[in-house]
């Protein structure tokens, strides 16, 4: 990965047009562009009901890793290429900074009329609002438990 790439950050709301576009958070498109990303990668999670998508520094960083693992005899790089690589799409960013998504992602995220981008660091998420709400409550514990169970902490 280059030096201090900007993390993706934050929630914003987004809109799914008729046309399967949505219009990528402009300070996501600028943390894309820096990373000579011609667009966005995304795939469907393999874990939620939701669209991981990255750059190029996500995408060569997964792949120096997988290269690692024999590619005819490791089950694990079998697993992990069909998992992200497989599923994965380069879409490119029309003048208004929009992508069409997929017809196959969008019915995998359940996405409707209305998006919800997560910024989750070194890719950023696309959740149909109401799951997405529903998942920050989990986080949220989740985060919670982690302070409760960390040494000297407790929340109060």
Request: hydrophobic content about 40%; aromatic content about 8%.
């Amino acid at each position: 990965m280059a030096g201090a790439v900007q993390p993706f950050i934050g929630t914003v709301q987004g809109t799914l047009d008729a046309k399967g576009r949505v219009c990528i958070p402009a300070t996501y498109r600028q943390i894309l562009a820096v990373q000579n990303t011609a667009g966005c990668y995304v795939c469907p999670s393999f874990v939620e009901q939701t669209l991981e998508a990255f750059g190029e520094d996500v995408l060569q960083s997964f792949h120096q890793r997988l290269s690692q693992l024999d590619p005819f005899f490791s089950a694990a790089h079998d697993d992990q290429a069909y998992a992200v690589l497989s599923s994965s799409q380069l879409l490119t960013l029309d003048e208004q900074g929009r992508v069409r998504l997929p017809d196959a992602v969008i019915a995998h995220a359940g996405l409707k009329d209305r998006v919800t981008f997560v910024g989750m660091g070194s890719k950023f998420q696309i959740w149909e609002p109401g799951a997405f709400e529903a998942k920050r409550s989990t986080w949220v514990a989740n985060a919670r438990g982690l302070r409760v169970n960390a040494p000297g902490g407790a929340v109060g």
